[in-house]
Structures are given as C-alpha cells and as structure tokens.
C-alpha cells in the first residue's frame, strides 16, 4: 500500500503564487476528490504533483512512501507510481498510441527486458473494448483528432495499462456525455484497490455517482479549506459553494484570473521579408 | 512466384549496411555498385516493364500496364567519382512504385541525376533514402514531367552525414496534373544540407503540393527553400507548401524560405512555416507516462519524420531508418 503526502505545498508560476499551503495525505485503497470552483488551483495541484516544468515550488514537501517527489524528474515520478489523467493532453502526429503505451510499459520492466508483444496486444485489446473505444485506436496517432471524450477515454486506457499506485485524474468528466461518463466511472470502479490511491478532481458531482469517495475536500484560495465525506458533496449539489464562503469569511475563492494562452507564430513568411512589407 | 536472375556476378563484395536489406521479405531489387549491376531479382511480372542499365538505368513502363509492387534500386558508391543517371518513363495510363536507396562508404563525388516522363493518366510513385559517407560532395537532382492527368509523388529521405545539395524540379505539363514533392531531412554534426524545390505549372487546372519536415541537429544548418510557380493563365491551379521543422542543438540551423510566384489571378495558393524547439508539453506528456527524456525526444522526432516511414516496403527499411534518426538526434 502506498501514501503520497503533501505537506504545507506553496507553488507559483510566472511569479504568481497559485498554491498556498496545501495538505494532503493519500494512502492506497482511498479515493478522495477535491471539488471547488474554477481557478482555485485544483488543476495546478495535479500539474505540480506530476511535475510540470512551468510550476515553482516555493515551500513544501511532496513525499510517496517515504521518498521525496520534488526532487525526481516527471518520469521518475511516473515510474515511481505516479499517474496523472490529464486535462488538455498534448496530441503527438506520428506516434501511434500503440508504440506509445508499449514503450511507456517497456520502461516499467527490468532493464532488457520487454513485454511480450502478445501479451500486450491481448491487455491492450481488452482495455479498448471495456471503454467502449474503436477497434482502430491503436494504430491512430496519439490523440491527435481525438475528440474530448475519446481524449478522456485515452487517459484511462493509459491508466489500466500502468497500473499505477496513485492515480490523479483532473477534470477527467469533462467532454464527456451521459454515456461516456458512465463508460468512464464504471472502468474507474472496477480498477479500485487496495493498492490504488485515487484523487478525483471535478466540479461536477456528475462524476461521483459512478464512482464512490471516501473523501471530499474543498479547494478556494489555492488551499484547501473543507473536508468532509460524501455528505458534502450531496450538499454542494443542493447549494453551491456560497455557504461554505460565507461560512469560512471568504470573498473572492479565486487565486488567479484563467488567461488565454498566446498563440507564437514561429518563422516568417520569406516573401514578406524579402519585400519588406 | 518465378524470379529472374540474369546477372548474377557478385564478383564485388555487397557492403553489411546494404546486405542486411536482402531478406526474404524483400522483392524486386537491383543492386548497383560503381555503375555495375550486381544483383537483379525481379518476380516475373517486372518482365513486362523494359529496365535496362547502360550507364543510364533506364525504366520503361508499357500503357496500361499497372506494377503494384515496388521496385527497389540500391546504387552503391564504393570507388569512382561517377555520375549516376536513371530515366523512368511511364507511357499512358501505367503505374510503378519505384523506391531507392543512394549509399556511398567512402569519400567520393556523387552526381546523381533522375528523370521522369509522366505520360497522360499514368501514375508515379517514387520514393527514395539517400545516406552518403560524411567525406562525399553530393548533388542530386531529381526532374519530373507531367502530362495531362499524370501524377508524380516524391517522398525524399535525406539522412546523410554529408554536405549536400538536392533538387527537386517538377514540371506539370498538361492540364489535371498533380505533383507533390515531400522531405524528410535530418542534419547533424558540421553538415550543410540544402533542399531546393520547384513545382512549376505549365498547364491550367494543375495541383502541386510541397512538403518539407526537417530536425536539425549540432552545428549542422539545413535549407529548404520550396517554390510554387503557376504561370500566367494556368488558371485553377493549387500551389500549396508546407515546412515544418525542429531545431535540437543549441547552434544548429533551419531556415525554410517557402515561395509562391504567381502570374495568375484565378488560383489557389498557400504556405506556411513552423519551426521551432519540440513541443514542451508533447514532452511533459511523454515522461508523464515514464518515458525518459531522450526516449520521449526520440519517439515525438521520429513520429514527426513519419511521413516517409510509410513508404518504406520492410521492417528492415523501417529500422535503418529509425536507427539513422537515433543516430544524428542524439
């Protein structure tokens, strides 16, 4: 069984502090979800445990089973136990998701050996037809044209195939229809563990009636500041998330202001520059 | 499946990197060294198509007349500073895949010159790796002319360790032509690699598609410089191109500097360029699910270079080129 500890966790990006002292403690065979509303940091949390270049840990500890997280790279991390179903996952042209997963698996084993090319067809197979996905998946690039539900699928298919000990899945819901979200919550069930810590990351409850919680925490301010059970979910259902603001004194949950992402445009045009328009 | 094996003198030693190719899997090849032919095995359909080497490796393809296998040519530099000639005409309505492999293992001058004859309705495939020692001075040219409903695709590797200097010119004759010209080029070390490529449109109604992915690596520098030229009242003609590019070393270089020159109103014209860094987040992706650093680069480069994996007939093709790309990523 593992635990993954955060510890008083303060984290920044481009000089913004986003986190602000989050605590946190996952042990195997629990699944907590954080809920709150958007731009509370919930999705920074996920990024930072993962170890996304773009976020600076300021102060704090990230411990799985007695190792520190924060000094491995993000696929030490991986190999350390840790998954992370992503929100916005990049699409790569030219790589299949077959080779991809196959290679990522390869990582995992003993130093010369791989898996057998069988076996993994067969796992592979079997993951695709329980999340009801295409039978062409693994020939397809990874992600690329994917649509937002099959994207999601994508990271839970990814998922069954590590097995990791703790698995964090951020805004996993979103994308998704009625249908898919059922396909989704069932195969998250079915993979639950003893050796599994899971941390769901939402604003929808929509999610948590496929999947059961032990825990419910509640993110504003880049902390976070409510924990409950089940109850609390039912709870924010009915009433939001006003009461809980009202009853901690808090005005603003926010941490920061959700920016559009500037586009780059790399290289110029040679007609332009050799005309100088 | 009959073969036909008419010259068969291995009285030269065929290099390991080139002999690794000849498994059972793959068919129809010749082998070329120093301007002799060492090795012809063509299944017995190939008896149809006229291939002579005299100096000039010429192909004939009879009208009508449709090859769905491929034909491999390996022309070997081993000695002599020589200059390489192949002609491959398609007369009406026939079709050929044509695939080949230049490769030189020592310094030597290569002049390399290949010209196609695209008759009306046929259609050409043509693909090719070129992987010349890192001491060769290399030219290659590749012509292209293309009748009325003809069309002509070139899928160019450029892989080697040398200097070079590769053309592609393409000329849409007659009216419904289509012409695309795709490259794949990696540098590395010291290397300079320049790519020129034109696609002229003679004859309204013509389409023509430029297509360039290059990785450039350490202090090497790599050009492509594409030109869409659609003359005046070739009306209804596309002329499109793309450059996509990723610089790995800190020095290395990457310039694609795409043209259109366009004496027409009526017509369809576009380019574009993207060169940069790898993508940080493909990245992050990538070691997120474990892979190391430099798997993860290796894996987004050679998925990035894909385009020509797919016209490569046998896994040993496939591996060799992958290999060259773990070699000059590194």
């Known amino acids: 069984m593992s635990i993954l500890l955060i510890k008083n966790l303060y984290a920044e990006v481009d000089g913004k502090e986003i986190l602000k002292g989050v605590n946190l403690e996952i042990k195997g065979g629990e699944t907590h979800a954080i809920m709150g509303p958007n731009g509370t940091g919930k999705s920074t949390l996920a990024s930072v445990i993962m170890g996304h270049p773009k976020f600076i840990i300021t102060k704090g500890e990230i411990i799985l089973d007695g190792k520190n997280v924060l000094d491995m790279a993000v696929d030490e991390r991986s190999r350390a136990g840790i998954f992370l179903g992503m929100q916005n996952p990049a699409e790569v042209p030219g790589v299949t998701n077959s080779d991809f997963i196959k290679t990522a698996m390869n990582t995992r084993s003993e130093e010369g050996k791989s898996i057998s090319l069988f076996k993994f067809i067969i796992q592979y197979d079997k993951a695709v037809k329980e999340l009801k996905m295409n039978e062409d998946l693994p020939h397809r690039y990874l992600n690329e044209g994917f649509s937002g539900g099959e994207k999601k699928r994508n990271e839970i298919l990814q998922m069954k195939m590590l097995n990791p000990k703790i698995a964090i899945l951020d805004e996993i819901d979103s994308g998704l229809d009625v249908d898919a979200l059922k396909i989704v919550g069932e195969n998250i069930t079915k993979m639950k563990s003893p050796d599994l810590g899971l941390l769901l990351i939402t604003h929808y409850q929509r999610l948590l009636e496929y999947i059961s919680t032990d825990y419910v925490h509640v993110m504003m301010q880049g902390r976070i500041v409510k924990s409950g059970d089940q109850k609390l979910i039912e709870r924010i259902d009915q009433e939001g998330y006003d009461w809980i603001k009202e009853e901690l004194g808090i005005d603003d949950e926010r941490v920061f202001i959700e920016e559009e992402e500037e586009r780059i445009i790399l290289g110029t045009c040679a007609t332009k520059e050799a005309l100088d328009l | 499946m009959m073969k036909y094996n008419d010259i068969t003198k291995l009285k030269k030693n065929i290099p390991s990197e080139i002999r690794k190719f000849f498994t059972e899997k793959l068919n129809n090849y010749l082998v070329i060294i120093d301007g002799e032919v060492i090795i012809k095995n063509l299944q017995s359909s190939f008896e149809k198509l006229s291939i002579n080497y005299n100096n000039v490796m010429d192909i004939v393809v009879p009208r009508n007349f449709s090859e769905k296998e491929t034909l491999h040519i390996f022309y070997i ?22 695939f080949e492999y230049l490769f030189s293992n020592t310094e030597s001058k290569v002049d390399f010159v290949s010209d196609s004859y695209i008759s009306e309705n046929a259609k050409l495939r043509y693909s090719g790796i070129s992987k010349f020692n890192k001491n060769s001075k290399v030219s290659v040219i590749r012509n292209s002319n293309i009748s009325r409903y003809g069309s002509s695709i070139y899928s160019i590797a450029e892989v080697s360790d040398a200097d070079a200097d590769l053309r592609i010119n393409m000329f849409l004759d007659g009216d419904y032509a289509n012409a695309v010209a795709k490259t794949v080029a990696i540098t590395s070390k010291k290397q300079k690699v320049r790519i020129k490529q034109i696609i002229e449109h003679n004859a309204p109604d013509t389409e023509g598609y430029i297509e360039n992915y290059g990785v450039s690596n350490n202090d090497s520098s790599l050009i492509f410089e594409g030109v869409g030229k659609i003359n005046k009242n070739m009306k209804r003609s596309i002329a499109r191109q793309q450059n996509k590019g990723i610089v790995l070393g800190e020095n290395s270089r990457l310039d694609a500097n795409p043209l259109l020159l366009i004496d027409e109103y009526d017509v369809e014209a576009s380019h574009g360029a993207a060169i940069g860094k790898i993508d940080e987040e493909q990245l992050y992706y990538l070691m997120s699910r474990g892979l190391t650093l430099k798997n993860a680069e290796r894996l987004i480069i050679s998925g990035f270079l894909s385009p020509i994996i797919k016209q490569l007939t046998t896994d040993e093709l496939i591996e060799d080129f992958l290999e060259v790309v773990k070699r000059k990523t590194l």
Do not use: F, G, P
């Open chain 2, 77 to 98: 530099q081993e000695n002599t500073d020589s200059v390489i000639n192949t002609k491959i005409t398609l007369k009406e309505n026939a079709e050929l895949n044509y």
